[in-house]
T-cell receptor, first 115, second 114 residues
């Protein structure tokens, strides 16, 4: 029972490089989310998806792109990394809202450093 | 819009002390409320939740009561342990929203000393 799995767990990038973070969930959840966590800022929503083939912007989408080609996978891309994108990134998934107290399940996080 | 405000940290306690972490919320709809915990180097885990007014969520000795009249969901534990050292996040989810997103507070770092 893997839940939500993120790869990679750690990465160091040079400014201007690109990379893709992968999130996979095996719970058949409709909703998936990408958050970033910065000291003193809590978790901020980057992008989210309410189903396969759909994506939408969150609070801090600039500099990121996402894709959800398969229901179980949600990819976060950085086309040209900047030091301001140094952060810990969390993926989460949940069932379709409307259920009572439907919670989100989180991956273990990806620690990204841009130098 | 929806938002969560929680007590600024860090909080430092001795083992067996009483813990309260305050959380208040603003919501346009009728939210469900959650406390998540993040242990060092790990992702967030659900600690407890409450889905309607006056519900009490509880888990691992932690409790929180959904108070609609004061728009609060304070986290309490009667006797903390060293193993409770972690960051605690209060969150809400508007059950009437089709977006399904969670709104998080900024987190409260708890350190418990033996």
């Amino acid at each position: 029972n893997a839940g939500v799995t993120q790869t990679p767990k750690f990465r160091v990038l040079k400014t201007g490089q690109s990379m893709t973070l992968l999130c996979a969930q095996d719970m058949n959840h409709e909703y998936m989310y990408w958050y970033r966590q910065d000291p003193g800022m809590g978790l901020r929503l980057i992008h989210y998806s309410v189903g396969e083939g759909t994506t939408a912007k969150g609070e801090v989408p600039d500099g990121y792109n996402v894709s959800r080609l398969k229901k179980q996978n949600f990819l976060l891309g950085l086309e040209s990394a900047a030091p301001s994108q140094t952060s810990v990134y969390f993926c989460a998934s949940s069932l379709l809202t409307g259920g009572r107290g439907t919670e989100a399940f989180f991956g273990q996080g990806t620690r990204l450093t841009v130098v | 819009g929806d938002s969560v405000t929680q007590m600024e940290g860090p909080v430092t306690l001795s083992e067996e002390a009483f813990l309260t972490i305050n959380c208040t919320y603003t919501a346009t709809g009728y939210p469900s409320l959650f406390w998540y915990v993040q242990y060092p180097g790990e992702g967030l885990q659900l600690l407890l939740k409450a889905t309607k007014a006056d519900d009490k969520g509880s888990n691992k000795g932690f409790e929180a009561t959904y108070r609609k009249e004061t728009t609060s969901f304070h986290l309490e534990k009667g006797s903390v342990q060293v193993s409770d050292s972690a960051v605690y996040f209060c969150a809400l989810r508007d059950r009437g929203s089709t977006l399904g997103r969670l709104y998080f507070g900024r987190g409260t770092q708890l350190t418990v000393w033996p």
